[in-house]
């Protein structure tokens, strides 16, 4: 099934477009993971931390939202056994019949795009189906020859991309909103082609756009440019967009865009609280909230 339906589906099942990053800054896990906090700690022992608490936080959220997206470089950071890590939290998340979109936003040419895809989206020899991504992030910066071993690798495992447009950290306009059309426009089109070829049944394309909910009135702009792109909106929360700024990013109801919280939801307890019970009602609150600015009249 296309990528595109597959994400739709899970969206109206849950009712919320809401996505939950895994995002384990070490220095912020609870109290509990003592392994992460002590410097004579190995790595597999940090490794397992993370692993125990992120299969914590799915079991928290799972019947909640509709998607989580794993951020490599908190894996990485833990050598091979982060990687194990990744690959344990990421079957999890399937167990759990959740979409799982990896945020690696790689971007290389030729054979090394190839490599890349393999690993996330095909597999490469020996690897396990549960252990691959639905969707992936991809930096476009190379150009097309970069993006199209991805756009291969999608065809072949029905698996989805998001390409970076327009992105919600502070100094992204002094490249993408350069120009005219600017990056960001040109990177736009480019999407829409791609995805244009790879429409599902549903009206969306397999191939989405990353767009910042830090930008509102470039989303709506991006949003009419892009009509059938799924979007993914980071900036939701901790970084300071709210339920209201991301609403021009959607088509119909919840459908068109995935919202993205990671700080906020995985670290909500405070003062030592129950860090499961703090992170569900956080991404309870988050459901509720783009419910009814979603539902509200513009």
């Known amino acids: 099934m296309n990528y595109a339906d597959r994400l739709d ?33 190995t790595r597999q022992e ?23 997206k794993p951020q490599l470089a908190f894996f990485e950071v833990l050598g091979p056994e982060g990687l194990a890590a990744y690959e344990s939290v990421v079957a999890a998340s399937h167990e759990r019949g959740l979409i799982v979109i990896g945020d690696a936003k790689r971007g290389d040419i030729g ?25 992936l992030t991809i930096n476009p910066y190379l150009g097309s020859d970069s993006v199209q071993p991805f756009l291969e690798a999608c065809d072949a495992a ?8 327009r992105t919600s950290n502070p100094s992204s306009a002094e490249f993408q909103t350069q120009g005219s059309p600017t990056l960001t426009e040109r990177v736009a089109d480019a999407i829409g082609a791609w995805g244009a070829e790879r429409l599902g049944t549903c009206g969306f394309s397999s191939v989405g756009a990353v767009v910042g909910a830090t930008h509102p009135a470039e989303l709506v702009a991006l ?29 119909e109801g919840c459908r068109g865009a995935l919202v993205n919280s990671s700080r906020g939801i995985l670290f ?19 459901a509720e909230e783009l419910s009814q600015a979603l539902s509200s009249p513009a």
Request: negative net charge.
């Open 223 to 251: 949003r009419e440019r892009m009509p059938h792109t799924p979007l993914l909106l980071p900036g939701f929360g901790a970084q300071g967009a709210t339920a209201a700024d991301v609403v021009g990013g959607f088509t």
């Open 9 to 41: 589906q899970a969206v109206l099942s849950k009712g919320n477009p809401c996505l939950v990053g895994l995002d384990p800054h070490l220095d912020l896990m609870p109290e509990e993971f003592t392994a992460v906090r002590d410097p004579e700690a």
């Open 46 to 68: 940090c490794a397992s931390d993370v692993t125990r608490f992120l299969v914590g936080i799915l079991d928290a959220v799972a019947d909640i939202v509709p998607a989580v």
């Open 268 to 286: 909500a307890a405070r003062d030592g609280g129950n860090w499961k019970d703090a992170a569900r009602q956080a991404a309870q609150q988050m």
């Open 158 to 165: 029905g698996a989805g991309l998001y390409i970076l447009a």
């Open 111 to 135: 054979s090394t795009a190839a490599a890349y895809a393999q690993a996330f989206l095909t597999g490469g020899p020996g690897s396990d189906p549960a252990t691959l991504c639905d969707a």
